[in-house]
C-alpha cells in the first residue's frame, strides 16, 4: 500500500479548540437581530453562529480571543466581559443576563478532513476536498500507477544495495517517482 506524506494538521483526527462566548436565547423571535449585531461586532466566517444543545438555542458570541478582556480561568467569563457582551445586545434583548452567557469550545481551524468535521464539538461550514479525502484513504493512485511505484522503489533499494557492497559503506539514493511516466 501506498500512503501519502501528509502533514500533521491534516492527518490529527481532532483539531485543537479554542475557548468562545455563547449565549442562551430563549425568545428566538430577537435571534435574527441578535445574529446581526454579534456577526457585524465579531466577524466569525464559516461558523454557524446558531446551534440546539440540550433544548437550549445557544448563539455563538465570538472567540475569547477576540475580546479585549482577561481570563484568568477560560471555565467562567469575568463580569467585565459578561457586561460588555449584556450591553452589546441588550439593545436587542433586554432579557439576557451573564446567567444565559456560557463557555463553549470551538475549532481554533476550519477542518481539512470530514473526519475533522466529525470531531468539531461546534459546528462550521465544510466542503470536503475530495483530493485529500482520496490521499488519505490511499485512493489517489491507480492500481497500475502503484504498481509501477513500488517497481521504481525495489529497483531504487537493490541499486542501493549494490552500490553499498561495492563501495563497502553507505549509499543513499533519492529517486523522485512520477507516477504518470
Not at 483526527?13 to 468562545?20: I, R, Y
Request: hydrophobic share 40%; aromatic share 6%.
Amino acid at each position: 500500500m501506498i500512503t501519502a506524506i501528509l502533514p500533521d494538521s491534516v492527518v490529527q483526527s481532532e483539531l485543537p479548540s479554542v475557548p468562545a462566548v455563547a449565549v442562551g436565547i430563549l425568545n428566538k423571535k430577537i435571534l435574527s437581530s441578535l445574529i446581526k449585531i454579534v456577526s457585524s461586532n465579531f466577524p466569525l466566517p464559516s461558523y454557524k453562529r446558531v446551534i440546539n444543545r440540550d433544548g437550549v438555542c445557544l448563539l455563538l458570541v465570538c472567540k475569547v480571543s477576540q475580546l479585549d478582556f482577561e481570563f484568568s480561568d477560560c471555565s467562567e467569563i469575568p463580569i467585565d466581559a459578561a457586561n460588555y457582551i449584556i450591553n452589546l445586545l441588550d439593545c436587542a434583548d433586554r432579557s439576557i443576563s451573564s446567567k444565559d452567557l456560557v463557555i463553549v469550545n470551538v475549532p481554533s481551524r476550519l477542518p481539512f478532513t470530514q473526519r475533522q468535521n466529525a470531531a468539531c464539538q461546534w459546528p462550521v461550514s465544510f466542503h470536503p476536498n475530495n483530493v485529500l479525502e482520496n490521499k488519505i484513504s490511499g485512493m489517489n493512485f491507480k492500481d497500475d500507477e502503484k504498481v509501477t511505484v513500488i517497481q521504481r522503489v525495489a529497483s531504487l533499494v537493490n541499486r542501493s544495495k549494490g552500490a553499498s557492497m561495492k563501495t563497502e559503506s553507505s549509499v543513499n539514493f533519492v529517486m523522485v517517482v512520477n507516477p504518470k511516466t
